[in-house]
């Protein structure tokens, strides 16, 4: 099997290379595959014929998108809308990686795939509109929907880092640690998700998928924990969104239940604490507590 990673120097697309054999993966950074250039991206894939096409490219800095409206729907909408139609002319699978920004957030319980998206962010609109384009194009597709990413590599489209180390930094640095309680999430780790996604492809089980680690916490309980595991004494300060402003109105609660994973018997991902301390130890982070 031949599988396209698009993204490869990403944060999730690290992990994926990871986890996919050598013999069997395709790396292609944004020098070699442009998936907003539909003419190119076919040509790319075309030369290379791949069984599997994973796309984990997206423009998703969430507040830039409310004033970037037109390159969050290039990337995310346009860009995924080429690989479906790229993908059906090769008949290669795709997947893709969609977001929990599609929901409002109003739920209070974890959402699943039969959950009706309500997104209220243009990053949120641009990821559902390309999660419609490839429903829409062609059948043999993955969608994926995941939460709070984070991973050895650091997300490229936020400038290298992540929520982990961004507080690890500040806390060197010796500023104010002050996080929002009010807002709900799965931080999930980009290993243990690829390795569910390595799984998963070796289905024919297409469909829409919600796969973030298990169980869920407020930014706040998330950065506490952080500190926690690595043994530092540190005043973790508690906020409203209310009173941290952004551009973007995140949802207040974005749990994703990995329903349909289970239901195939496939659910592989561990707790979030548990990703959060494998990370760690694998960014080697010294006096770790799991
Ligand atoms: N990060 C999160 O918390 C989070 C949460 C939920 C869902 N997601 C979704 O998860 C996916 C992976 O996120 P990530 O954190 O791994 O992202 P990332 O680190 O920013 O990686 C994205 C990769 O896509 C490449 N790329 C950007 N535009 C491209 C284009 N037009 N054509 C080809 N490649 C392009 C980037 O290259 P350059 O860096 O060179 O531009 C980078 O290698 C995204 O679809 C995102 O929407 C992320």
């Known amino acids: 099997m031949k599988i396209a990673v698009i993204g490869a120097d990403g944060q999730l697309g690290t992990d994926l290379c990871k986890v996919i054999p050598e013999s069997e993966r395709i790396p292609l950074t944004l020098k070699d595959i442009d998936i907003t250039d539909f003419d190119s991206a076919l040509?790319?894939?075309?030369?290379?014929?791949?069984?599997?096409?994973?796309?984990?490219?997206?423009?998703?800095?969430?507040?830039?998108?409310?004033?970037?409206?037109?390159?969050?729907?290039?990337?995310?909408?346009?860009?995924?809308?080429?690989?479906?139609?790229?993908?059906?002319l090769l008949n290669a699978a795709l997947v893709h990686i969609s977001t929990d920004y599609v929901f409002d957030g109003e739920k209070k319980s974890p959402y699943v795939e039969e959950d009706?998206?309500?997104?209220?962010?243009?990053?949120?609109?641009?990821?559902?509109?390309?999660e419609e384009f490839i429903k829409y194009l062609w059948q043999k597709?993955?969608?994926?929907?995941?939460?709070?990413?984070?991973?050895?590599?650091?997300?490229?489209?936020?400038g290298g880092g992540n929520f982990v180390e961004n507080m690890i930094k500040r806390q060197k640095e010796g500023q104010t640690i002050k996080v929002v309680d009010d807002e709900v999430l799965t931080p999930t780790y980009t290993f243990h998700l690829a390795s569910q996604i390595e799984k998963l492809?070796?289905?024919?089980?297409?469909g829409l998928y919600h796969i973030t680690n298990q169980g869920e916490c407020s930014w706040w309980e998330y950065t506490v924990k952080i500190f926690e595991m690595l043994n530092i004494r540190v005043e973790v300060a508690r906020t409203k969104a209310s009173e941290y402003k952004t551009k973007a109105n995140r949802p207040k609660y974005s749990v994703l239940e990995n329903k349909r994973s289970k239901e195939i018997g496939l659910d592989i991902m561990p707790p979030w604490e548990v990703g959060l301390a494998e990370y760690l130890q694998e960014k080697g982070y010294k006096r770790v507590n799991s």
């Open 43 to 88: 040509n790319v894939l075309t030369r290379l014929t791949p069984d599997v096409v994973i796309n984990t490219a997206a423009y998703h800095r969430v507040d830039d998108c409310e004033d970037n409206d037109l390159l969050a729907y290039k990337v995310n909408a346009h860009g995924a809308r080429n690989l479906a139609l790229a993908c059906k």
């Open 116 to 130: 009706t998206p309500n997104p209220k962010t243009a990053y949120g609109i641009s990821k559902l509109a390309g």
């Open 141 to 158: 597709y993955f969608i994926i929907r995941t939460s709070g990413l984070y991973g050895v590599a650091g997300c490229l489209g936020k």
């Open 201 to 206: 492809i070796k289905t024919d089980k297409y």
